[in-house]
């Protein structure tokens, strides 16, 4: 396959009556000749792009999986744990997929609460292991109006509080028993004044949450 003959043969054939449309011919051809050299070459162009090397990104995935693996297993026993020494029972509470546990405290009968609505809760935030199960990280009562307000499933929460608010309605209290893979992880909560956690890394903790109002 030979590029030049066909060219200087249809140049050859064209009467240009002068030099500058001789020119332009030679140009336009020239350009051509470039356009499809180009693309008869893309193919060997493509082939020296070398594909992104994901592996890292892949090993730290794998990693955050089998550690989170680990800790379903760890937490779930240090749950069971709690329910067992305050005698809650399976008639008592519910376990979700996700591993996240409520206990009925009291059975609201008012609005169910879905994505969306403005929620007002009163909350106390403690531990579930039984070395600081009586500690309380955070409560609702230190905020000037003594309680929390948040659009359900919209304002951004730990995956534990948001779950369990769409599986409660007004009038509930209930426990919510969360897994550190539902709370804060392996990253914890730190007070950012004093530079301490407040929650340590792969912390299961609960709220004794009541359902105040849920707005229509």
Known sequence: FRLTPPCCLIWSCLPFPNNLMRRLFRFS??????????LCASPV????????????????????QEHEDKYKVIDD????????????????????????????????TGTQIVTGRQVSVKYTGKFVSAATESKVFDTSDNAPTKSFSFRAGITNLIPGWTEGVLLMRQGDRKLLLIPSYLAYGPSGAINQSTNTYVIAPDTPILFDMEILTVAP
Do not use: E, M, P
Request: charged share 15%.
């Open 29 to 38: 051809a020239q350009a051509w000749l470039l356009g499809l050299f180009v």
């Open 45 to 64: 162009l493509w082939s020296c792009n070398k594909s992104v090397d994901n592996s890292a990104n892949d090993a730290a995935v794998k990693t955050a």
């Open 77 to 108: 026993t240090i749950i069971q744990g709690y329910l067992k020494r305050h005698k809650y029972t399976a008639a008592t509470y519910q376990r979700t997929a996700s591993g996240l546990y409520l206990v009925t405290l009291t059975a609201g």
